[in-house]
């Protein structure tokens, strides 16, 4: 049931990249002067929208990962953390944080957020529950072993019955075709594994909660 709410989470993912149905199958990739840089842990997170954007964006981007607590505490130091939270995507000369504006900055940037506020305002309804979606995904790995399943069992009620019913049937087949997006699922790209136990205690080890 893990392997199975992570897997589809992903495709979810897709769903903030495409903004809609404005992606098609022969999008030019994206310029940009510099490469992005961005700063999370070696898993998917909060992060993973953020390179499901890139990718269809077509943009190469740069990664360092958080393996200690100085490095994080750095950040903090530097004061390129506004609010003390990670993910950080250096970009254009500024050091963005907060998932939801991240997303929305690339995604008005190499146009994927839609050609008027109509547009805009469905594409952020299905950013937000699909973050929501996401929200309960990413916390699961970091509950007592003897709650993982409930929770499990609980979010993949949530999912069936609330959020899977909101996307278009045979979405992730097609968006797993777009030319970008099906090199960014292949082996060797800079796509996550789903989080293990190693990954949940490094990230509750820096951030020490």
Not at 33 to 59: C, Q
Not at 151 to 173: D, G, H, N, W
Request: charged share 25%; with cysteine.
């Amino acid at each position: 049931m893990l392997s199975a709410s992570w897997d589809f989470s992903c495709s979810l993912e897709a769903h903030i990249v495409v903004c809609g149905e404005r992606v098609k199958e022969n999008s030019e990739p994206g310029i940009m002067a510099a490469k992005p840089k961005l700063y999370y842990f070696d898993g998917r997170g909060r992060m993973e929208s953020i390179r499901w954007l890139l990718a269809a964006a077509g943009v190469e981007f740069e990664e360092e990962f958080l393996e200690t607590r100085e490095q994080y505490e750095k950040l903090q130091r530097d004061g390129r953390l506004l609010f003390g939270q990670v993910p950080l995507v250096e970009v254009d000369g500024m050091m963005l944080t907060q998932t939801r504006a991240i997303l929305s900055y690339l995604a008005a940037k190499f146009n994927f957020y839609g050609k008027d506020l109509k547009e805009r305002v469905r594409i952020d309804m299905y950013v937000d529950g699909t973050l929501d979606l996401m929200t309960m995904i990413m916390l699961a790995p970091f509950q007592r072993p003897e709650k993982k399943q409930e929770t499990l069992a609980s979010i993949l009620q949530k999912a069936k019955t609330r959020y899977f019913p909101v996307f278009e049937k045979a979405f992730k087949t097609r968006i797993s075709n777009i030319p970008t997006i099906k090199k960014f699922l292949q082996p060797g790209s800079q796509r996550k594994p789903p989080p293990d136990t190693h990954y949940a205690n490094l990230v509750s080890n820096i951030l020490q909660f």
